[in-house]
Nanobody, 118 residues
Framework: VQLQASGGGLVQAGGSLRLSCAAS????????MDWYRQAPGKRRELVAH???????NYADSVKGRFTISRDNAKNTVYLQMNSLKPEDTAVYYC?????????????WGQGTLVTVSS
C-alpha cells in the first residue's frame, strides 16, 4: 500500500490549506483514515479521524477549524484547514487502516509540511 500526501505549504496566519492523501496498492477494505501531525520537538499527535461509516473526531485544538473528509471511490482522505495558526505548523501525516479479515494493517504517508507564519 502506498500513500501519497500533498497540499502542504507556507501560509499566513488566518489562511487556509487543503491536504490530500491518496492510497493505492493492495488496499482490500479501507477502514479508518486519519491525519496526524508532528511539530518540531513534539510527539506525533492525532489531528482528525474518520471511519468507513463516516464517524469523525478531532483534536480539541483544531475543532471548528479543520474538517476531515474522504472520497471512498478515490481512496483519498482530505483535511481542510481554515483559520490556521502558527501553532499548526508541523509535518502532517496521513494514516490509513485496512482490513483483510481478521488482519488489520496501518500505513503511514510520507508527510507534508505545513508552515503558518504570524
Amino acid at each position: 500500500v502506498q500513500l501519497q500526501a500533498s497540499g502542504g505549504g507556507l501560509v499566513q496566519a488566518g489562511g487556509s490549506l487543503r491536504l490530500s492523501c491518496a492510497a493505492s496498492g493492495s488496499l482490500f477494505s479501507i477502514d479508518d483514515m486519519d491525519w496526524y501531525r508532528q511539530a518540531p520537538g513534539k510527539r506525533r499527535e492525532l489531528v482528525a479521524h474518520t471511519t468507513s461509516g463516516g464517524i469523525t473526531n478531532y483534536a480539541d485544538s483544531v475543532k471548528g477549524r479543520f474538517t476531515i473528509s474522504r472520497d471512498n471511490a478515490k481512496n483519498t482522505v482530505y483535511l481542510q484547514m481554515n483559520s490556521l495558526k502558527p501553532e499548526d505548523t508541523a509535518v502532517y501525516y496521513c494514516y490509513v487502516v485496512t482490513t483483510d479479515k481478521p488482519v488489520r494493517r496501518g500505513y503511514w504517508g510520507q508527510g507534508t509540511l505545513v508552515t503558518v507564519s504570524s
